[in-house]
């Protein structure tokens, strides 16, 4: 399921959502504290004797599985676990946490999620439940987009920190040769700049984030089949990616299925595909995650594509980072829309 359908599905299967700017308690104080925690972290609030049992287990199964486009085990989220009564000022200031809580007293399971209650970003989802049957059906059917909002949380407190470290050349060429806008951090430059293409990339001694942008003529809906999608980006990156020895070129690997969903991209109907890419002739690889859609202005496909290379490195995080910034991406000097 895509993102852009397991929001639809949250809306339908909550019982109460509640999203808030912060409590009463803290609008009086006029202020809230920097969210704290490390990224990706889930703080979980549940009585101990309930985590060590069916709830705990589930919880950690779900929010501490592998993803499946991962070819390395690192979780979607590591979780930290406390008690309710432990749950004090030092750990109302994590980012992201979940508050499980079962009472006889309640009528019926009920999901709440609020958004800056003791710090800023962070999201509070709390599951109110009268027994352990009704959590674990709520939990079930919700569990997905839980995790959606947590991730989006994540996007949305690196990419404001990107803001202020924005390589405002780089937004300008992207301008004038494709009309749309990203946020690039420093350390960010471009590599290529070829006809419909350009290659953005910043390498460090150990680590390389990179992003292609590119486009190509619309024909009809097939350009969205990621078989498709696939032979282009191989042949983009053989033209223009080549490997460290002759003869060699990035392309998508063979080894690790590709994920691949029809979803939605800042508003644009969208196939995502996610997926291991390796070198041709040479023992190389890391993850990557891409985006093609139709520029409608333009009548042409637009494929923003980011990837990691990093040996014996945690990629989570990494693929994190690139996802922000595409979280920055718009249109510009698009034609507005028309009214009905």
């Not at 946490?97 to 958004?115: D, G, Q, R, Y």
């Not at 959606?148 to 390589?167: C, T």
């Not at 590709?258 to 041709?280: C, G, L, Q």
Request: with cysteine; hydrophobic share 40%; proline share 5%.
């Amino acid at each position: 399921m895509n993102r852009f359908q397991t929001i639809l599905f949250f809306l339908t299967f909550i019982t109460i959502l509640s999203a808030c700017n912060n409590s009463g308690k803290n609008k009086q104080k006029g202020m809230l504290f920097t969210s704290g925690g490390r990224t990706s972290e889930v703080l979980v609030v549940m009585n101990n004797q309930n985590w060590k049992r069916i709830a705990g287990d589930t919880v950690r199964n779900t929010l501490g599985a592998v993803p499946e486009w991962q070819a390395v085990p690192e979780p979607e989220y590591m979780i930290s676990h406390i008690s309710k009564v432990q749950f004090g000022t030092v750990y109302q200031k994590f980012r992201n946490i979940l508050i499980i809580e079962f009472k006889p007293e309640f009528k019926k399971a009920k999901i709440l999620v609020k958004h800056n209650v003791w710090s800023k970003p962070q999201t509070v989802v709390k599951i109110k439940a009268p027994d352990m049957k009704s959590f674990l059906k709520i939990y079930s059917e919700t569990y997905v987009q839980i995790m959606d909002i947590y991730h989006r949380n994540e996007l949305k407190r690196i990419a404001n920190a990107y803001k202020g470290m924005k390589v405002k050349t780089l937004g300008n060429k992207l301008k004038n040769k494709f009309a749309i806008d990203m946020v690039f951090p420093k350390g960010f430059f471009i590599a290529t700049n070829g006809a419909d293409f350009m290659w953005i990339r910043r390498p460090t001694r150990d680590i390389e984030e990179g992003v292609f942008i590119y486009t190509y003529p619309y024909t009809d809906t097939s350009n969205f089949n990621y078989h498709r999608i696939i032979a282009i980006r191989d042949s983009i990156t053989k033209k223009y990616i080549p490997g460290p020895i002759d003869n060699s070129y990035m392309k998508v690997s063979s080894v690790f299925p590709p994920m691949h969903t029809i979803t939605e991209f800042k508003k644009n109907y969208a196939t995502e595909v996610r997926s291991w890419w390796d070198v041709k002739g040479y023992a190389m690889g890391g993850p990557f995650i891409s985006y093609t859609f139709v520029d409608t202005v333009a009548n042409r496909m637009m494929c923003i594509d980011g990837y990691i290379k990093a040996p014996r490195k945690d990629k989570r995080d990494l693929m994190l980072h690139l996802e922000a910034i595409f979280s920055t991406f718009e249109f510009v000097n698009k034609e507005p829309e028309k009214k009905n």
